[in-house]
């Protein structure tokens, strides 16, 4: 994906710089065809990133099959034009296409955290996956409202086909008139991109977010509107300029509102060995074991819990905004307790979010930094206890109750084992396969099946745990899911 990435935005570059330096010097009646040479390119320079090698070599098959049709028919290019716009649509040969797939393209997904700097994919990671957490109301849409899914995906196909339908039409447009430069054309495709756009992010994100983008977009074009019209060349550059500064400052507005829609997925539990309730970032979690996430920041704040959570939405904020993970808070019932994951490299940070804590809270904060690059804190503080593992499991058996899928609960629990006497004694009481046999260490998992019942999640998780503790093993994960489904984060 990073390799297509590179290769698709090199080209993009290129052509664009072209695009800009090259007009001017050309002839007259060499512009029209440049632009039109750009438009086609840019529409395959997408779909290859899309779709990789694959697509991009079965829809040169179609945009030839289609250019041939409206050079021998032109009468008939109106029909033909609905009918290229079906056949990019449905992609009839989808066949061939996921044979060339498997052979020419990476089977990985397009993630734009894949692209940041490796000691920074955690963070980013962590990012991504906090806004599907975000959008998880959208989710549930789609599991209980089976009309609402429906109409998605119907909005999306339309869209889909109106954008590839004005891509085709205008690039139709521009071939008739090569001898005239057509402001217009920049307006279409704009309207198309958009389009596209609008579609992606109504099929990914629902019809709420979409609104998100419409405002930016919709200023974004009026100073080549404002061009296009007959007014004095004054009011042109008048209402281009303030039209354009309004578009610059939506999106800026957007940009940093997107990363204000932030949440925390938290397991709350009773510390039962201090008597004290633990809020725990179950989102954290798959990130903990890295080399390079290892400042372990500790703020103690003099407030009560209610106080701290009508501000939580700013410090997660200032968190996402500043590339740190929150891991966890305490409520000691006297005061709230942060505990944080610093990039090694970031040495200031530390010491501004105890700033921001206290003019935020209006409160000193008491502030503890550790090097930590075993993760023990996190561990030995939350990951490793029980009540910690108890309300890992039973977090699991909420999420499936909030999507409403009404299913017992298919929960399994890793351990590993460096006594053979103590897991055969493990084995007599539960089924379990073993997953490696490495230097002496046994690493088992054991898998049950369990009514999404939070008491009897936490009794069975509990009996497991006490004898693993009593045959000397230890434990490594926990994860749950439904039959034919699981849940890892």
């Known amino acids: 994906m990073k390799k297509r990435f590179y290769i698709a ?65 032109q009468q008939y290019r109106f029909a033909l034009i609905i009918i290229g716009t079906f056949i990019f649509l449905l992609n009839p040969l989808a066949y061939i296409d996921n044979k060339l797939a498997k052979k020419l393209d990476s089977p990985d997904p397009i993630e734009f955290q894949m692209l940041v700097k490796r000691s920074y994919f955690p963070i980013f990671d962590y990012r991504a996956k906090m806004k599907e957490y975000y959008h998880l109301p959208q989710t549930k849409k789609y599991y209980k409202k089976k009309r609402y899914y429906s109409l998605v995906n119907i909005s999306t196909f339309a869209l889909a086909g109106i954008g590839i339908f004005l891509s085709l039409f205008e690039l139709n447009m521009m071939a008739d008139d090569l001898q ?56 042109k550059i008048i209402i281009a300029s303030v039209s354009g500064l309004v578009g610059l400052l939506l999106v800026i507005y957007e940009i940093y509102s997107y990363f204000r829609r932030v949440t925390y997925h938290a397991s709350s539990y009773l510390d039962t060995n201090n008597n004290y309730y633990v809020y725990a970032n179950l989102l954290y979690e798959p990130y903990m074991y890295n080399d390079y996430f290892t400042t372990v920041g500790k703020y103690e704040l003099n407030l009560d819990i209610e ?7 700013d410090v997660l904020a200032y968190a996402n905004f500043r590339l740190f ?64 593992i108890v309300a890992r499991a039973v977090s699991f058996g909420k999420l499936m109750k909030n999507l409403e899928i009404n299913k017992p609960l298919i929960i399994t629990m890793y351990f590993y084992f460096t006594s053979t006497q ?47 503790l009593i045959n000397d093993g230890h434990y490594i994960r926990i994860t749950a899911g439904t039959r034919g489904e699981e849940f890892e984060n």
Do not use: C
Request: aromatic share 18%; no cysteine; glycine share 2%.
């Open 9 to 73: 935005s090199i080209i993009f570059l290129v052509l664009t710089f072209a695009l800009l330096i090259l007009p001017p010097l050309l002839p007259g009646n060499v512009r029209p065809v440049f632009l039109l040479v750009y438009f086609i390119a840019l529409f395959y320079l997408v779909i290859y990133f899309i779709g990789g090698l694959s697509k991009l070599f079965v829809y040169l098959i179609y945009g030839l099959a289609l250019f041939l049709l409206l050079y021998f028919f």
């Open 180 to 235: 005239q430069f057509r402001l217009e054309s920049i307006l279409v495709f704009y309207i198309v991109i958009s389009i596209f756009v609008s579609a992606l992010i109504i099929y990914k994100k629902g019809f709420t977010s979409l609104r998100h983008i419409v405002k930016p977009m919709f200023f974004l074009p009026m100073p080549i509107l404002a061009f296009m019209t007959d007014l004095p060349l004054h009011w």
């Open 307 to 313: 106080s701290f959570n009508e501000k939580l939405s």
């Open 325 to 388: 993970f929150i891991t966890a808070y305490i409520d000691t019932g006297t005061s709230v307790i942060i505990y944080t994951q610093f990039h090694k490299n970031h040495l200031n940070s530390p010491e501004l979010f105890s700033n921001f804590l206290e003019k935020k809270y209006k409160t000193n904060a008491l502030t503890t930094i550790t090097q930590d690059p075993t993760h023990e804190i996190f561990e030995n503080k939350f990951f490793k206890t029980d009540d910690y």
């Open 422 to 468: 103590g897991l055969r004694e493990f084995i007599n009481l539960y089924s379990v396969d073993l997953v490696s046999f490495k230097e002496n260490v046994i690493t088992i998992k054991t898998q049950f099946e369990i009514a999404n019942v939070d008491y009897l999640i936490d009794l069975k998780v509990r009996e497991i745990l006490l004898n693993v």
